[in-house]
Each structure stands twice: as C-alpha cells, then as structure tokens.
C-alpha cells in the first residue's frame, strides 16, 4: 500500500473469515508435506529470506537453463543483490519481435506478498514449460523478467504477521523507493537510492512493453497518473488525472481485476479502511491520493513501457498460512496480465527501403500525446483498445509513413512500415533542414518538436479543465517565438510610454 502515514495498529489476522481459514490449513499441510524433502524446488508456500530467495532463483535457473537466465540489475543499498529472473525460449538478449514484460515486487520491504507470487510464479511457468500448452505459448513468445524482491534491505527489519506498520517500508537508508523517481512536477526529493537508479538502468535498457509493481496493504489496481500538477493538487478536491492512455489503462487494469476472485468487486474491508470501495477493482492513482515520485509514472513519462500498480491484499506481511491461497487468487490474473502483451493493440517493424531497422523512430498515433519509439531492431509495441485509429511514424531524415489501422480485440494486429529517406541529394548544408523550400517538409519536420510534452494536453475532469489549461496556453506562448516577440514588444511599447 502506499501510504506514508505511520499506521502502528498492530496486527488483527488478515481475514476473519472461517472458510479462507480452513482453505489455508488444509493447502498448507498438503504442501508442508513436500517441505520434509528439504528440495528447494518446487518452490514452498514459506517466506523465503533474501538467502532462500536467491538459492530459488538459482535453483530455477539450474534447473531450467534453456528457458531461464539468473542476472542482476545491480546492488541495495547494504549491497544485497537484486535479482531478476528472465523466463522466455532462447534467453539472454531481445529477440526482434519478442515482447519484454516485467514484474516487480516487494519495492515496500514490508509489503511481502508479491515477492512470494513471483516465485511461485517463476516456479509456475518452468515447470509447466512443454506440458501446458498455454505456458509454453506464452514463454516461447515473450520475455519475461521477474524482479521478486526490488528492497531486500527493507525485508531483513519487516516481520511476518505485520499487517499495517510501516516497519521494513523503506531501504536501509530510510527512503521510500516509490517516492523516489524523477517526477514531473516535484522533480527529485530525495537524493537518487541504488535500488532506484538500477531500476532506472534496467527500464531504460530493455524495451520493455508492459509491467506491473505488486505492493500490498489494500486490494485493488492502480493506474497512471499517481501525481499531478501543484494547481491541481491544491484544490482540495480529489482528481482523476488520466494519462493520454487512460482507455488503455482502465482495460488492463479490468483484465487484472476481473480475473481475481475477489478484488473485482472492489470492496477490500481492509480493517484500517472498512468502508473504502473501488469500483470494479480499479482505481486512478491521483483519484485515490496523489504520490510523487513513484515508478509507474515513471515508466509511462519516461520509457515504452505501460506500468500498473496491484496492491493484493489487506495484510502487508500475512503469515505463511496465506501464501496458498493468496496464490490461488492470483495465479490466472498474473498469467492474464503477461498475455496482454500479445492481444493489446499493435506492433510490428519499422524498416528502410533496404529493409534495414530503424532505431528511434517515433509511433504516434493521432489525437493521443504518447508517442512510442521503435527499438534497434526496429521493432515496436503500441497498446491500444480496439477501434479505429490513423498512425503516423516519423524519423528524422525519413519522410513520415501514415497508415489507419482497425485494431480488433483478442488477436494480434501487425502493422510495418517502410521509411523513404527525403532526397538526400538536393539537401543544401548552408541551409537547416526545416527550411525547405517544400513547405509540407518543414511542417513534417516541425511536428513531432512542437508536440513533445504530453502533459499539457492531458484530460482532466470537467470542472478542473480551465484550471488544467492555463499552463497550457503560456506553454504554448513560450515555444512560439513570433507571438513571444510581439508580446515583448507590446510590453516595451507600454513601458517606453
Ligand atoms: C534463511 O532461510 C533458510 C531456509 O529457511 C534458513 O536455513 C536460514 O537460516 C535463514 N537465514 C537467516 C539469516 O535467517
Ligand atoms: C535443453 O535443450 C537441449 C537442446 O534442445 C536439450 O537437448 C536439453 O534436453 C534441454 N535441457 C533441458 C533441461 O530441458
Ligand atoms: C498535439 O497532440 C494533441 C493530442 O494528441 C493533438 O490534439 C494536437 O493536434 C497536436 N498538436 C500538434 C501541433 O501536432
Ligand atoms: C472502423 O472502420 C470500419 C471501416 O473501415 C468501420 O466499419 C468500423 O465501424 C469502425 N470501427 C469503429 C470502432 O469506429
Ligand atoms: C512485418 O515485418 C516482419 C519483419 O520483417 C515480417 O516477419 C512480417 O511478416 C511482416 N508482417 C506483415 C504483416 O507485413
Ligand atoms: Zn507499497
């Protein structure tokens, strides 16, 4: 869970219920039965600490080395390693056409839950790995990286049973790693955290598409945007700030909760919060609270990839009893998520006259801010929901590449482009590009410059629209030099009177 505010109520179990009870005694004496075989595989319904943690990723990829390599994104805080686990056919680097998704767990050191799913998980898709048919689609065809543990310092003080104390939270030098991204708003807070920065690295390395950040505390999704600007902050009033891909978030978002027993009726009873609801089990991080700082915004500002935030269940630190059933809740929503990565929207190549990639061109798809950029093999993903759309691709030096596209639900729409190189003979070096004598060059080259921030252009809730547009409208005044000298001049002809 997000919160910041010290909660030291100390820990009622995490549900009363008699029939969850009874399913966790009954799971966790047919699989304690296994852990008499003191094998680390397969994986156990215990908490795994940072050392048990490791030797299951190592035991995993010993055990499945076709379909799995063990790596680190780099070192936390007191210098524990943190690792990732890579499932996917043919690991080891990105294969042109291949998705890349992630998921990233325990960033809170207290908030255990997904630490243990993605174990499970990880566990899950190996074993499965040419038995199940789903599985086995799914791992020849994405690259999955699993980080279950992004704060292993914050674990070593987090205590099992722990519900709600904000004990183990944060790294080991007391910052909080969801509060600790570079933000558009509020900039940098607190000084750059190791756990941060190798996330940073990895996100921008790999061309990811599409990830989720498990926490805990509550049970519901949260998506994009989690802050938003200072005047709207101020209002007082809670805000729905939506990212330019709002439609997309809201059905991934669904597709998480819809596919969990439970957290779809968006009704958590959370002892510290009884009465809090979520509609459909989702909810817009700026509409629940504003946090600055935090890596989902992040993902989306930054980078290709579409992140979103589940928080799994009431109890940050349930005892080991839970773990089964916790999985069981989670297990077909976690699967789910990753194929989204295939069904969504649109992806494809984008290549010169010769067929060569191109690296870095732009995806941008009318009337949306986001843009997407191609990786160097020219590959590139663009989540969209089904509809109509017309999408342009732009690289400098190419003439633009405009197409409309139908994407339907449920099936894969490949969509590639052929770049034509503007004629480079008659390029004049005297002369910067955009002054052309073709004027529809200059508006082509123009373009993409004079539409680079998506903030502006972000929608918000009906009364707080005007509010939202006045930095806009001086955003605009400032990128336009023409209407700024005449404004200067206006000011210098009042002043000089
Ligand atoms: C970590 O867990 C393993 C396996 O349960 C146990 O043998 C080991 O003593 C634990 N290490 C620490 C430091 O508690
Ligand atoms: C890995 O792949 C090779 C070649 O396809 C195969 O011979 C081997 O049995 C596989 N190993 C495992 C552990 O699946
Ligand atoms: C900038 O993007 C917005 C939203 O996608 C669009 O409505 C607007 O026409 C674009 N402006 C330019 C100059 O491309
Ligand atoms: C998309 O365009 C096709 C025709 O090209 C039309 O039949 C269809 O209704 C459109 N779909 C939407 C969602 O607008
Ligand atoms: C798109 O390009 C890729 C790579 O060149 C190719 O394998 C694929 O068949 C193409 N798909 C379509 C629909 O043109
Ligand atoms: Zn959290």
């Known amino acids: 869970m997000r919160q910041t505010r010290v909660q030291e109520m100390e820990c009622e179990l995490p549900s009363t219920k008699w029939r969850t009870l009874w399913l966790a005694i009954v799971l966790h ?4 039965v296994q852990q008499t075989q003191c094998n680390i595989l397969p994986v156990k319904p215990t908490h795994h600490n940072n050392t048990a943690l490791h030797q299951v990723l190592e035991a995993l990829a010993a ?27 043919n690991p080891g680097m990105h294969t042109p056409g291949k998705p890349e998704f992630k998921y990233v767990a325990n960033m809170h050191g207290n908030e255990v839950v997904g630490r243990e799913m993605l174990l499970l998980l990880a566990d899950y898709l190996c074993s499965n790995y040419g038995r199940n048919e789903r599985v086995t689609k799914l791992v020849d065809t994405t690259r999955i990286h699993l980080l279950p543990s992004m704060n292993p310092d914050g674990w070593e003080s987090s205590k099992e049973g722990d519900c709600s104390s904000v004990r183990g939270r944060f790294n080991a030098n007391g910052v909080d790693l969801n509060r600790n991204f570079p933000d558009p708003y509020d900039g940098q807070r607190n000084e750059l955290q190791p756990e941060t920065k ?23 999704v949260n998506y994009p945007f989690d802050n938003l600007p200072v005047e709207l902050k101020r209002s007082g009033t809670r805000v729905y700030y ?33 009465r809090e609801r979520f509609p459909d089990g989702i909810t817009n ?32 630190y349930p005892p080991a009893l839970y773990i089964m059933p916790y999985w ?12 989204l990565v295939h069904t969504t929207g649109i992806r494809g190549f984008v290549v010169d006259e010769k067929g060569r990639p191109i690296d870095g061109a732009r995806i941008v798809i009318e009337n949306r801010a986001k843009k997407i950029k191609t ?13 109509n759309y017309t999408i342009r691709v732009a690289k400098r030096r190419y003439k633009n590449s405009k197409k409309k596209v139908t994407v339907v639900p449920d099936v894969p729409t490949v969509v590639n482009f052929t770049l034509v190189r503007r004629r480079p003979k008659n390029f004049n070096r005297r002369r910067p590009a955009a002054m052309t004598s073709n004027p529809a060059e200059a508006v082509q080259l123009e373009k993409p410059a004079s539409n680079v921030s998506f903030h502006s252009v972000v929608t918000h809730r009906d009364k707080l629209q005007l509010a939202a547009k006045s930095p806009k409208k001086s955003a605009s005044i400032a990128r336009n030099p023409s209407i700024a000298a005449s404004f ?10």
Not at 296 to 312: A, G, H, M, P, S
């Open 29 to 32: 004496l047919l699989y304690g």
């Open 242 to 274: 939506s990212s330019p891909d709002d439609d997309i978030f809201v059905t991934i978002a669904k597709v998480y909760s819809l596919a969990h027993p439970t957290m779809h009726k968006g009704h958590p009873q959370c002892p510290i919060q009884r």
């Open 375 to 387: 990786y160097k093999d020219g590959d590139y993903w663009r989540l969209l929901v089904p509809g």
């Open 328 to 339: 069981y809740a989670n297990r077909e929503a976690l699967i789910k998520y990753i194929e």
């Open 198 to 220: 190798a996330v940073m690295n990895w996100i921008h390395q790999e061309p990811f598409v599409l990830s989720a950040n498990l926490h805990g505390g509550t049970l519901v």
């Open 285 to 316: 991080g700026a509409a629940w609270y504003p946090i600055s700082g935090g890596m989902q915004d992040y993902n989306y500002y930054k980078t290709n990839c579409f992140e979103i935030t589940l928080e799994l269940g009431c109890c940050k």
């Open 63 to 89: 055990t499945y080395p076709n379909i799995t390599r063990l790596y680190s994104i780099g070192k936390s805080y007191q210098g524990k390693g943190l690792w990732v686990l890579e499932i996917t056919k």
């Open 488 to 497: 200067i001049c206006l000011v210098l002809v009042a002043v000089l009177k």
